[in-house]
């Protein structure tokens, strides 16, 4: 990917970002291609980059005593990265890809100095920490007021495609439910 793609790319996932604030991160981006199964953040581990998803898929999730509970997935032009890498932190979560994908690396330490610096930045900054912070909202309001059915059926209507691309035990884990019960109301449609 050249210095134009790379721009246009982040024109394109940060459109309110001044040209001069895109140019003065593009020589700290990488592009790179990552396949299935690789681990982006390991919980209690520290690290120094977010990703743009280009092409491809991940999923965010907690492990506990063996298993998985999904809490996030993201797909083409969304961001990866945990709040707590942003602050510095070891991430309290796993994040893997589910396909191959193609990627480009943000390294942190860069994105806080022009957060620092320059306040378009910074605006287009905190929009996506408002979006994940109303995404958690919902999903927190989802789990406590919804049924599971609910749940299933609002994910299909905001995400279709989602069922091609996900497998069905990271779903059920994701709804808060078993991968029993998602058969179970699967069946009912």
């Known amino acids: ?46 690290h120094h980059f977010s990703y743009l998803i280009l092409q491809g898929s991940a999923k965010a999730h907690y492990s506990r005593q063996g298993k998985q509970v999904c809490i996030w997935f993201a797909f083409e032009k969304e961001v990866v990265g945990t709040l707590e ?10 994040i893997v890809l589910l396909e191959d994908s193609s990627l480009i690396r943000l390294p942190m330490k860069q994105i806080k100095s022009l957060a620092d610096t320059d306040l378009a930045f910074s605006q287009s900054l905190n929009e996506l920490l408002l979006e994940h912070a109303i ?21 299909r209507e905001k995400s279709p495609n989602i069922l091609q691309r996900v497998s069905l035990t990271d779903i059920a884990s994701y709804l808060g439910v078993s991968r029993e019960t998602l058969s179970r109301i699967r069946a009912m449609k």
């Open 135 to 155: 995404y958690t909202e919902e999903k927190l309001r989802q789990l406590l007021f919804l049924t599971a059915k609910e749940r299933y059926d609002t994910l």
């Open 85 to 94: 890498t942003f602050q510095g932190l070891p991430s309290k979560e796993s």
């Open 1 to 46: 990917m050249n210095q134009n793609e790379f721009k246009a790319t982040l024109q394109e996932f940060f459109p309110t970002l001044r040209v001069e604030a895109i140019e003065s991160l593009l020589p700290f981006c990488t592009y790179t291609e990552m396949t299935r199964g690789t681990q982006l953040f390991e919980e209690g581990t520290y």
